[in-house]
């Protein structure tokens, strides 16, 4: 079973920027990893995905051009940068193994890590 940490969320202004860290550990096999978000009282959102070897990367229309995924797999790490943060970009965030499609949800993944806040605001 795959274990995932998601760590680097905090308190941030509109416009700036935040790097999200997804830790892996216990199976060795090769995973996609998706990041989500959940706004309190909406629906979990799919954010972004990568494949194992980085060859397939998918975001949402939402964060497209502001948010930058990537993996190193030596470090067993999967990244989500967030630039050009806006007020409705405040959610939990989690991340999670699953196939990288184009249309992102949670149904089709496991492992999920506890999540990270973000919060964006003046």
């Known amino acids: 079973q795959l274990q995932l940490v998601e760590s680097g969320g905090g308190l941030v202004q509109p416009g700036g920027s935040?790097?999200?860290?997804?830790?892996?550990?216990?199976?060795?096999?090769a995973y996609a990893i998706g990041w989500?978000?959940?706004?309190?009282?909406?629906?979990?959102?799919?954010?972004?995905?990568?494949s194992y070897n980085g060859g397939v990367i998918?975001?949402?229309?939402?964060?497209?051009?502001?948010?930058?995924?990537?993996?190193?797999?030596?470090?067993k790490t999967v990244y989500l940068q967030m630039n050009s943060l806006k007020p409705e970009d405040t959610a939990v965030y989690y991340c999670a193994a699953g196939p990288c499609l184009a249309w992102i949800v949670a149904p089709n993944y496991g492992d999920w890590g506890q999540g990270t806040q973000v919060t964006v605001s003046s």
Do not use: H, M, W
């Open 36 to 50: 989500f978000r959940q706004a309190p009282g909406k629906e979990r959102e799919g954010v972004s995905c990568i």
């Open 18 to 29: 935040l790097r999200l860290s997804c830790a892996l550990s216990g199976s060795t096999l």
């Open 58 to 75: 998918n975001y949402a229309e939402s964060v497209k051009g502001r948010f930058t995924i990537s993996r190193d797999n030596a470090k």
